[in-house]
């Protein structure tokens, strides 16, 4: 088994309070309104706090399947999160698990930087690439950006 990390910043104009809140506390509901692909978002286990497992289905012919998340924190003071990949066609023969910790904080423009702590527990002798993290990461952002421009749209959404 080997272990991947990779550490990545990214920004948005909105403050990081309302970001946290759509983006982690309303998660659910608002990406499965917001992502073409995303069929549905249940929590199959837990209330939405930490140990909550989350299922994300998407839509046939989308990028997957399904997977699942499980949630380890939600400081929604510090503005933190950790969860973890734990199935799903993603990971297939790849890797067992995908941790995740992202902190928001506040950017000099009123917007906010995202950092984002990936570890990936690999299989075997899998590598992960960074061509390959960045094909992940970039679906991370596709969903970032799509909340930023729906709370940039809703400047009363999550205030």
């Known amino acids: 088994m080997g272990v991947y ?13 309302r970001l946290f809140k759509a983006l982690v506390i309303d998660f659910n509901n608002l990406v499965s309104k917001l992502i073409p692909d995303v069929e549905s978002i249940e929590n199959v286990e837990g209330d939405g706090g930490p140990g909550t497992i989350k299922k994300i289905t998407f839509v046939e012919g989308g990028p997957m399947k399904y997977l699942k998340h499980k949630i380890h924190v939600i400081d929604d003071k510090n503005l933190v999160t950790k969860y973890s990949l734990i199935e799903g066609d993603v990971l297939a023969d790849k890797a067992e698990s995908v941790d995740y910790d992202a902190k928001l904080e506040g950017s000099a423009n009123g917007g906010c930087v995202a950092t984002t702590v990936t570890v990936y527990q690999t299989k075997g002798d899998y590598v992960v690439t960074e061509e390959e993290h960045n094909v992940h990461k970039g679906r991370a952002n596709d969903i970032v950006k799509a909340i930023e421009a729906y709370l940039l749209a809703n400047p009363s959404a999550y205030a």
Not at 7 to 15: C, F, G, L, N, R
């Open 5 to 17: 990390t990779f550490t990545d910043e990214s920004t948005a104009s909105v403050v990081p309070s």
